[in-house]
């Protein structure tokens, strides 16, 4: 097949949607498929250690913070005519948009395709005004999908509450359990215990209650040290509050670039995420899994989706950082249980070795062919319409939209 996937969040942007695109794009070429990756531009410079003839890249980027997080869209003029063009162009079999609820490009690209076309949907929030309101401009876009994927449970349910027409399918995000299974522990790591934490500092990545809990820790546990990989708009704050630690007992390492971190997999002795929540899947929990790491991680919806029943993690509540403290005592404390946690996370994440999940991909791609042009019905602006109108007319409208 030849497969277009679009998305606004695409390398040298950080984070586990250009993780996702990037895995899924080498893994459906290895099975034979064309595949050209269409996303916006992030700057000439930033962008050219990630160009090739398989990226295609149109407007630039805006950022922005939402849902607790940095996010991106693509600004720029005759945006919906190149994207036309490049459709014409490359005659795509499959288009593949990546949060297709999203301005602009995975909205314009559904109005414009002349394809089939499959969504998926990432992210998890308990709830979504401007897509409430916005829901009458979205649905048009929505109605075009032939085929609708989510990466967990949470993810559904987020969507749905907006959405519910259709079928959605899971298909779970995935990782590279060779090239995290392949680190080498880092020499001027070696000398006590680390504790790793990956990812953006930013307020739902809780890094916070992981810095209370390290201070608690360091009580009983004095020469552990904190291994801090990433960036963001909370690290000066971070790194102030901390003083004399800084350098010392925590290691801002700033952003490590994909071929190296495993190496930071290898020297830490225990994983922990204290994210707050709106974590749609732990793509970093199955990372330190196939890096053979221990786990200590928050007890929110989207990470029990990988973990909960593989004994690779001790679950905490969201911000007990006593709870953290303990948890991450425990483990480094007790080799045999960081062990056993080690090989069960090891063991479940090859289930997740994107071989696996291309195929599956695959498999909802073919799905969406047979069916194809048949769409779902959407009604637009039915949910916040029917709050100011109770009538027998848009009871009947929600059931055949359904």
């Given at each position: 097949?030849?497969?277009?996937?679009?998305?606004?969040?695409?390398?040298?942007?950080?984070?586990?949607?250009?993780?996702?695109?990037?895995n899924?794009?080498?893994?459906?070429?290895?099975?034979?498929?064309?595949?050209?990756?269409?996303?916006?531009?992030?700057?000439?410079?930033?962008?050219?250690?990630?160009?090739?003839?398989?990226?295609?890249?149109?407007?630039?980027?805006?950022?922005?913070?939402?849902?607790?997080?940095?996010?991106?869209?693509?600004?720029?003029?005759?945006?919906?005519?190149?994207?036309?063009?490049?459709?014409?162009?490359?005659?795509?079999?499959?288009?593949?948009?990546?949060?297709?609820?999203?301005?602009?490009?995975?909205?314009?690209?559904l109005?414009?395709?002349?394809?089939?076309?499959?969504?998926?949907?990432?992210?998890?929030?308990?709830?979504?005004?401007?897509?409430?309101?916005?829901?009458?401009?979205?649905?048009p876009?929505?109605?075009?999908l032939?085929a609708?994927?989510?990466?967990?449970?949470?993810?559904?349910?987020?969507?749905a509450?907006?959405?519910?027409?259709?079928?959605?399918?899971?298909?779970?995000?995935?990782?590279?359990v060779?090239?995290?299974?392949?680190?080498?522990?880092?020499?001027?790591?070696?000398?006590?215990?680390?504790?790793?934490?990956?990812?953006?500092?930013?307020?739902?990545?809780?890094?916070?209650?992981?810095?209370?809990?390290f201070l608690?820790l360091?009580?009983?546990?004095?020469?552990?040290?904190?291994?801090?990989?990433?960036?963001?708009?909370?690290?000066?704050?971070?790194?102030?509050?901390?003083?004399?630690?800084?350098?010392?007992?925590?290691?801002f390492?700033?952003?490590?670039?994909?071929?190296?971190?495993?190496?930071?997999?290898?020297?830490?002795?225990?994983?922990?995420?204290?994210?707050?929540?709106?974590?749609?899947?732990?793509?970093?929990?199955?990372?330190?899994?196939?890096?053979?790491?221990?786990?200590?991680?928050?007890?929110?919806?989207?990470?029990?989706?990988?973990?909960?029943?593989?004994?690779?993690?001790?679950?905490?509540?969201?911000?007990?950082?006593?709870?953290?403290?303990a948890?991450?005592?425990?483990?480094?404390?007790?080799?045999?249980?960081?062990?056993?946690?080690?090989?069960?996370?090891?063991?479940?994440?090859?289930?997740?070795?994107?071989?696996?999940?291309?195929?599956?991909?695959?498999q909802?791609?073919?799905?969406?062919?047979?069916?194809?042009?048949a769409?779902?019905?959407?009604?637009?602006?039915?949910?916040?319409?029917?709050?100011?109108?109770?009538?027998?007319?848009?009871?009947?409208?929600?059931?055949?939209?359904q």
């Amino acid at each position: 097949m030849n497969i277009g996937i679009v998305s606004e969040s695409y390398y040298p942007a950080v984070g586990g949607i250009s993780e996702h695109i990037h895995n899924l794009a080498a893994a459906l070429r290895l099975r034979g498929h064309s595949v050209k990756i269409i996303t916006t531009s992030y700057g000439e410079y930033a962008d050219a250690p990630y160009n090739s003839p398989d990226v295609l890249r149109i407007g630039k980027v805006f950022n922005f913070h939402k849902n607790g997080s940095q996010s991106h869209v693509a600004t720029g003029k005759h945006l919906s005519r190149q994207l036309r063009e490049i459709f014409a162009k490359e005659q795509f079999d499959v288009l593949h948009i990546h949060a297709p609820e999203q301005p602009m490009l995975s909205q314009l690209s559904l109005l414009n395709s002349t394809t089939v076309n499959v969504g998926t949907f990432h992210a998890q929030y308990d709830r979504s005004l401007p897509l409430g309101f916005l829901r009458p401009l979205v649905a048009p876009g929505m109605a075009r999908l032939h085929a609708r994927i989510v990466v967990s449970d949470a993810a559904q349910q987020s969507i749905a509450k907006y959405f519910p027409e259709g079928a959605y399918t899971t298909v779970p995000n995935g990782v590279d359990v060779a090239h995290f299974a392949s680190g080498k522990p880092l020499a001027e790591y070696a000398d006590r215990p680390n504790i790793l934490f990956v990812g953006n500092f930013v307020i739902r990545k809780g890094f916070v209650h992981l810095l209370e809990a390290f201070l608690h820790l360091r009580k009983t546990l004095p020469k552990v040290r904190l291994l801090a990989v990433g960036d963001g708009n909370l690290r000066p704050t971070y790194e102030r509050e901390l003083g004399d630690l800084v350098g010392k007992d925590v290691i801002f390492t700033g952003r490590v670039p994909n071929e190296a971190l495993p190496n930071y997999y290898a020297s830490a002795q225990v994983y922990c995420s204290p994210a707050t929540g709106r974590e749609s899947f732990g793509i970093v929990l199955l990372e330190a899994m196939a890096a053979g790491r221990p786990v200590v991680a928050s007890d929110i919806p989207g990470y029990r989706a990988v973990v909960g029943a593989t004994q690779a993690a001790r679950m905490v509540p969201v911000g007990d950082t006593l709870g953290f403290a303990a948890a991450l005592a425990e483990v480094l404390t007790q080799p045999e249980k960081a062990q056993a946690m080690a090989v069960a996370g090891q063991r479940a994440a090859k289930q997740y070795a994107w071989e696996h999940i291309a195929a599956q991909v695959e498999q909802v791609y073919q799905q969406a062919r047979a069916v194809y042009p048949a769409t779902v019905p959407v009604v637009p602006g039915y949910r916040w319409l029917s709050a100011l109108i109770r009538s027998r007319k848009w009871k009947v409208a929600r059931e055949v939209a359904q």
